[in-house]
């Protein structure tokens, strides 16, 4: 069974961050999340990192500009049904692989 791919991301301020469905100053710790979903501009999978606020939801990463610049949008599972998701804002080292 190979190892799954995991990327880095490091989480920015941007214009903010909205944590379930309520705007926070605060930018989230970076976090690793295990790639299971990719295309030309998207990436999804599962944040890993177990101290992570996020851990265990589902992530969503969609490229910020037309051309690579390492900036993402990132779009975090709610946590519970009576909870919004989160969205916010992203760096990543690389492209993460689409293939």
């Known amino acids: 069974m190979p190892t799954p791919t995991t990327i880095p991301v490091k989480t920015i301020y941007g214009w903010g961050w909205v944590i ?3 705007p926070r100053f605060e930018v989230p710790q970076p976090f690793t999340m295990s790639l299971d979903e990719r295309s030309d501009q998207s990436w999804a999978g599962i944040v890993q990192d177990e101290d992570h606020e996020f851990h265990g939801r589902r ?5 910020r ?3 690579w610049s390492g900036m993402v949008n990132v779009e975090v599972e709610a946590g519970g049904t009576d909870e919004a998701p989160s969205y ?3 760096k990543l080292a690389e492209l993460p692989p689409t293939v």
Do not use: M, P, R
């Open 65 to 67: 500009h037309v051309e």
């Open 20 to 22: 379930a469905g309520k």
């Open 88 to 90: 916010g804002f992203a």
């Open 59 to 63: 992530v969503s990463l969609s490229q």
